[in-house]
T-cell receptor, first 111, second 114 residues
Framework: DAKTTQPPSMDCAEGRAANLPCNHSTISGNEYVYWYRQIHSQGPQYIIHGLKNNETNEMASLIITEDRKSSTLILPHATLRDTAVYYCIVKAAGGSYIPTFGRGTSLIVHP | ETGVTQSPTHLIKTRGQQVTLRCSSQSGHNTVSWYQQALGQGPQFIFQYYREEENGRGNFPPRFSGLQFPNYSSELNVNALELDDSALYLC?????????????FGPGTRLTVL
C-alpha cells in the first residue's frame, strides 16, 4: 500500500473550516484514500473515504485532486471536540492487507 | 447494535510473561484486525483474522499470535513479553477484509511491561 505524508500539526479557530492536507504521490489506481481520527486515549474513528470523486458526509468533506496524488479533509465548522490526531491512509480494495498509519496530523481547535 | 469492545482496559505485566487480550467485534462483522500503538506513534498493523483464519500480517515476530472464534470474537496473545511491548493495543472489526472495508475500532487495552 502507498505511503502518505501529512503535516505533524495544525491549528484552527473554533467555527472556522479546518483543511487537513495529505500527500500520497505513489497511490495506485485501485487504492482508496481513508481518513480516521483519534481523540486522546480513544480508538481511531472512521471519518470518510474516497477513490477519485469528492465525497461528503455528515462529518466532513474529502477533496481528491484529479491526479489523485493528494487530498484534503475539510471539517467545515470545527469545534473543540474536533481536536484530535487525523490519519490519512491509502489501501487497496482486496489483496494483501497491510494498512499503514503514519503519525498523522495533530489538529488543535482553539476558542 | 453493539460496538467493538476490548478487555481488559489496562494491564501490567513483567518482562518474560505472557498476555492475552480480548476483542468482541461489532455485530455482523466477520473480520478483526489488531494494531499496536506506541506512545506518540500511529497504530501499527499486527495481523487480521477473517472467518477464523489469519488473513494478513504486519512486521511482528511469531511471539505475537492470535485466534478468531466462530462468533468472530478474537484474542491477541503475546509471549515472552519485552519492555518495548508496552503500548495501546487496538482491535478493529469490519464487515469483510476486501472491498472498501471500513474499520470500527475499540477503545484499546493499555499494556505496561515492567
Amino acid at each position: 500500500d502507498a505511503k502518505t505524508t501529512q503535516p505533524p500539526s495544525m491549528d484552527c479557530a473554533e467555527g472556522r473550516a479546518a483543511n487537513l492536507p495529505c500527500n500520497h504521490s505513489t497511490i495506485s489506481g485501485n487504492e482508496y484514500v481513508y481518513w480516521y481520527r483519534q481523540i486522546h486515549s480513544q480508538g481511531p474513528q472512521y471519518i470518510i473515504h474516497g477513490l477519485k470523486n469528492n465525497e461528503t458526509n455528515e462529518m466532513a468533506s474529502l477533496i481528491i485532486t484529479e491526479d489523485r496524488k493528494s487530498s484534503t479533509l475539510i471539517l467545515p465548522h470545527a469545534t473543540l471536540r474536533d481536536t484530535a490526531v487525523y490519519y490519512c491512509i491509502v489501501k487497496a480494495a482486496g489483496g494483501s492487507y497491510i494498512p499503514t498509519f503514519g503519525r498523522g496530523t495533530s489538529l488543535i481547535v482553539h476558542p | 447494535e453493539t460496538g467493538v469492545t476490548q478487555s481488559p482496559t489496562h494491564l501490567i505485566k513483567t518482562r518474560g510473561q505472557q498476555v492475552t487480550l480480548r476483542c468482541s467485534s461489532q455485530s455482523g462483522h466477520n473480520t478483526v484486525s489488531w494494531y499496536q500503538q506506541a506512545l506518540g506513534q500511529g497504530p501499527q498493523f499486527i495481523f487480521q483474522y477473517y472467518r477464523e483464519e489469519e488473513n494478513g500480517r504486519g512486521n511482528f515476530p511469531p511471539r505475537f499470535s492470535g485466534l478468531q472464534f466462530p462468533n468472530y470474537s478474537s484474542e491477541l496473545n503475546v509471549n515472552a513479553l519485552e519492555l518495548d511491548d508496552s503500548a495501546l493495543y487496538l482491535c478493529a472489526s469490519s464487515l469483510d477484509p476486501g472491498f472498501t472495508d471500513t474499520q470500527y475500532f475499540g477503545p484499546g487495552t493499555r499494556l505496561t511491561v515492567l
